[in-house]
Nanobody, 127 residues
Framework: QVQFVESGGGVVQPGGSLRLSCAPSGFTLDHHAVGWFRQAPGKGREGVSCIRLFDNTTYYTDSVKGRFTISRDNPKNTITLQMNSLKPEDTAVYYC????????????????????WGQGTQVTVSS
């Protein structure tokens, strides 16, 4: 059973940085796509970034390009999201995701029906 435990969220001023991480268990990392979704207050979930591990294909939603970077630590199977130049509109609960690779490409990222979600980690960007 895949489990998600996200960490690294917090409160930061605009222009600041945070580094989110999770160490999913219950799967073979190299045969999946991993990434991050977020859900802002009162809004639906949005795919932020993903990486297809077997060929390193990455996706970033337009609003975070140039500011966020997704990466993996293979020995520890850790997934990270480095977030720089944070803006108030980045405020959301961020979720670590693991899915079949066909859901992550260079141009789109979504989750299959009935996908599991972890608890998420809160990111608040405020003056």
């Amino acid at each position: 059973q895949v489990q998600f435990v996200e960490s690294g969220g917090g409160v930061v001023q605009p222009g600041g940085s945070l580094r989110l991480s999770c160490a999913p268990s219950g799967f073979t990392l190299d045969h999946h796509a991993v990434g991050w979704f977020r859900q802002a207050p009162g809004k639906g979930r949005e795919g932020v970034s993903c990486i297809r591990l077997f060929d390193n294909t990455t996706y970033y939603t337009d609003s975070v390009k140039g500011r966020f970077t997704i990466s993996r630590d293979n020995p520890k199977n850790t997934i990270t999201l480095q977030m720089n130049s944070l803006k108030p509109e980045d405020t959301a609960v961020y979720y670590c995701t693991i899915d079949p690779p066909e859901y992550c490409s260079g141009t789109y990222y979504y989750r299959p029906p009935f996908a599991a979600w972890g608890q998420g980690t809160q990111v608040t960007v405020s003056s």
